[in-house]
């Protein structure tokens, strides 16, 4: 018997609940709308102009030659020698986000924004229906064409669930437009690659091939408890759900979290940088972002991670590829007590010599401390300093190219338990006098002496998945 014989069509109506608007080449388009003389010319958008950088998004024209985000912008230049380079910019494309998303309310109200280049619209009523569910998903494409700009095109997937909306608007680009209705599932999947369901990565492709499912009609053939069994969670329900057209409490939307778990800033920094006096400036700038961004979400901290990362030469990874080479680093693993650091000691295991995606041959460093929950920068900045000395030293360790520090244990600021002290410097109201100028005329405008080698360094990072938002005159 087929097992696609029969649909979930006697289960829900043909009718769609959501649309999923996905922007084409997002970045790439951007620059080509604000550029004319760009339009029609394969384009990328890169963080620098070096070889060893990649690409963070490619026009059509670019894709059409084998050029895609993280490319190499020395491969790029040999593919094709004229191709077009813009130094990308996050102000920009948040603000073209938003001017989509406004452009987006004038045919169907947003209601969720999961990304920087997606928005998402629930249909109601009438609206469901596929004739003006159609004219809807048209009808945005033509907002944001004449209130944006001809340049942003994007592809739009209608489906009775978020999760089916969502893979419908992969399904044609660019400038697409397919829809996917009850009575069509489980058929109309069944030409997918596992890795095109939202949520299926590398690692879960490998656990699925490892339980036997290699194709989408062995996946589609299972029945709820045997999708149950494969994920051993309530997610394999959900997805059966899904996958069948059935409209769901949550919408097909990912669990949503109680409260955010961490929050950072990293930076692979330019050759100028790449000293340890470097690496301390840029560090402290990004510890200086953070901390402004925990006031402004009202967050506090309670744990703080470092990690480094250090360029090596070919002399360096030959010696530490060696077969006698051990690891005698710190080890890494998190405090267990406030005001722990993880302690020193030799793991005697081979060194791991990695490649970042600029071809950087390097080895990694990282350790947490964890303290009373606070907010307030030079508070911080202390504990950065403690543990900015437990790194290791010697000749390997000597040229850093990647700082990344990220703040966890969050609580929301009301949470945080009174002390028997008070603030003994007015370190809060000093962090807040901070914010009120940043705020106004930018997030370098003041700040403390140790980030000034820095200030115009780590600038704030193209985002993709972050919703971007501004704080102030900026960005984050």
């Given at each position: 018997?087929?097992?696609?014989?029969?649909?979930?069509?006697?289960?829900?109506?043909?009718?769609?609940?959501?649309?999923?608007?996905?922007?084409?080449?997002?970045?790439?388009s951007v620059?080509?709308?604000?550029?004319?003389?760009?339009?029609?010319?394969?384009?990328?958008?890169?963080?620098?102009?070096?070889?060893?950088?990649?690409?963070?998004?490619?026009?059509?024209?670019?894709k059409?030659?084998?050029?895609?985000?993280?490319?190499?912008?020395?491969?790029?230049?040999?593919?094709?020698?004229?191709?077009?380079?813009?130094?990308?910019?996050h102000?920009?494309?948040?603000?073209?986000?938003?001017?989509?998303?406004?452009?987006?309310?004038?045919?169907c109200?947003?209601?969720?924004?999961?990304s920087?280049?997606?928005?998402?619209?629930?249909?109601?009523?009438?609206?469901?229906?596929?004739?003006?569910?159609?004219?809807?998903?048209?009808?945005?494409?033509?907002?944001?064409?004449?209130?944006?700009?001809?340049?942003?095109?994007?592809?739009?997937?209608?489906?009775?669930?978020?999760?089916?909306?969502?893979?419908?608007?992969?399904?044609?680009k660019?400038?697409?437009?397919?829809?996917?209705?009850?009575?069509?599932?489980?058929?109309?999947?069944?030409?997918?690659?596992?890795?095109?369901?939202?949520?299926?990565?590398?690692?879960?492709?490998?656990?699925?091939?490892?339980?036997?499912?290699?194709?989408?009609?062995?996946?589609?053939?299972?029945?709820?408890?045997?999708?149950?069994r494969l994920?051993?969670?309530?997610?394999?329900d959900?997805?059966?759900?899904?996958?069948?057209?059935?409209?769901?409490?949550?919408?097909?939307?990912?669990?949503?979290?109680?409260?955010?778990?961490?929050?950072?800033?990293?930076?692979?920094m330019?050759?100028?940088?790449?000293?340890?006096?470097?690496?301390?400036?840029?560090?402290?700038?990004?510890?200086?972002?953070?901390?402004m961004r925990?006031?402004?979400?009202?967050?506090?901290?309670?744990?703080?991670?470092?990690?480094i990362?250090?360029?090596?030469?070919?002399?360096?990874?030959?010696?530490?590829?060696?077969?006698?080479?051990?690891?005698?680093?710190?080890d890494?693993?998190?405090?267990?007590?406030?005001?722990?650091?993880?302690?020193?000691?030799?793991?005697?295991?081979?060194?791991?010599?990695?490649?970042?995606?600029?071809g950087?041959?390097?080895?990694?460093?990282?350790?947490?401390?964890?303290?009373?929950?606070?907010?307030?920068?030079?508070?911080?900045?202390?504990?950065?300093?403690k543990?900015?000395?437990?790194?290791?030293?010697?000749?390997?360790?000597?040229?850093?190219?990647?700082?990344?520090?990220?703040?966890?244990?969050?609580?929301?600021?009301?949470?945080?338990?009174?002390?028997?002290?008070?603030?003994?410097?007015?370190?809060?109201?000093?962090?807040?006098?901070?914010?009120?100028?940043?705020?106004?005329?930018?997030?370098?405008?003041?700040?403390?002496?140790?980030?000034?080698?820095?200030?115009?360094?780590?600038?704030?990072?193209?985002?993709?998945?972050?919703?971007?938002?501004?704080?102030?005159v900026?960005?984050?």
């Amino acid at each position: 018997m087929d097992p696609f014989a029969t649909s979930s069509s006697g289960l829900e109506p043909d009718r769609f609940g959501f649309l999923h608007v996905d922007l084409n080449s997002f970045f790439a388009s951007v620059e080509q709308q604000l550029h004319p003389e760009y339009r029609g010319k394969p384009l990328a958008v890169v963080p620098s102009f070096a070889d060893t950088t990649v690409a963070i998004a490619a026009s059509y024209e670019a894709k059409a030659l084998g050029i895609k985000t993280g490319t190499r912008v020395g491969d790029m230049k040999k593919i094709c020698p004229e191709i077009i380079m813009v130094h990308g910019s996050h102000t920009t494309y948040a603000e073209y986000s938003h001017k989509i998303a406004a452009a987006v309310e004038l045919a169907c109200p947003v209601a969720h924004t999961p990304s920087i280049d997606e928005m998402v619209c629930q249909l109601i009523g009438r609206e469901q229906e596929p004739p003006r569910a159609r004219q809807i998903a048209l009808d945005i494409k033509q907002s944001i064409r004449d209130n944006v700009g001809e340049t942003l095109r994007c592809s739009i997937g209608m489906g009775p669930n978020r999760y089916l909306a969502k893979i419908a608007s992969d399904m044609q680009k660019p400038d697409g437009l397919i829809g996917l209705l009850p009575s069509q599932l489980p058929r109309s999947l069944l030409q997918l690659e596992l890795r095109d369901l939202p949520g299926v990565g590398a690692r879960t492709e490998a656990m699925l091939i490892g339980k036997g499912i290699t194709t989408m009609p062995q996946l589609l053939a299972l029945d709820r408890e045997g999708m149950h069994r494969l994920w051993n969670s309530v997610w394999g329900d959900r997805l059966y759900h899904w996958l069948h057209g059935h409209s769901t409490g949550d919408d097909g939307a990912p669990l949503p979290n109680e409260m955010q778990k961490s929050l950072g800033h990293s930076h692979v920094m330019g050759p100028a940088h790449r000293t340890p006096e470097g690496a301390w400036a840029v560090a402290h700038k990004l510890l200086h972002k953070a901390a402004m961004r925990l006031r402004m979400e009202k967050l506090c901290a309670g744990s703080m991670s470092l990690t480094i990362r250090y360029q090596l030469n070919r002399e360096q990874v030959d010696r530490a590829t060696m077969p006698e080479a051990a690891d005698t680093r710190p080890d890494t693993r998190p405090a267990t007590r406030p005001g722990d650091f993880a302690k020193k000691s030799a793991t005697g295991k081979p060194r791991k010599i990695r490649q970042h995606t600029s071809g950087i041959k390097h080895d990694g460093w990282g350790m947490e401390a964890r303290f009373p929950t606070c907010q307030d920068t030079l508070t911080l900045l202390e504990t950065l300093g403690k543990l900015w000395t437990q790194q290791p030293t010697g000749p390997d360790y000597g040229k850093p190219f990647f700082v990344g520090i990220a703040m966890g244990r969050l609580i929301h600021e009301n949470e945080q338990q009174p002390t028997l002290f008070a603030d003994p410097d007015n370190r809060n109201e000093l962090s807040r006098t901070l914010d009120k100028l940043n705020l106004k005329y930018g997030h370098t405008t003041l700040h403390f002496a140790g980030m000034l080698p820095a200030r115009d360094s780590a600038p704030t990072r193209i985002a993709f998945t972050q919703i971007p938002v501004q704080y102030g005159v900026d960005y984050m």
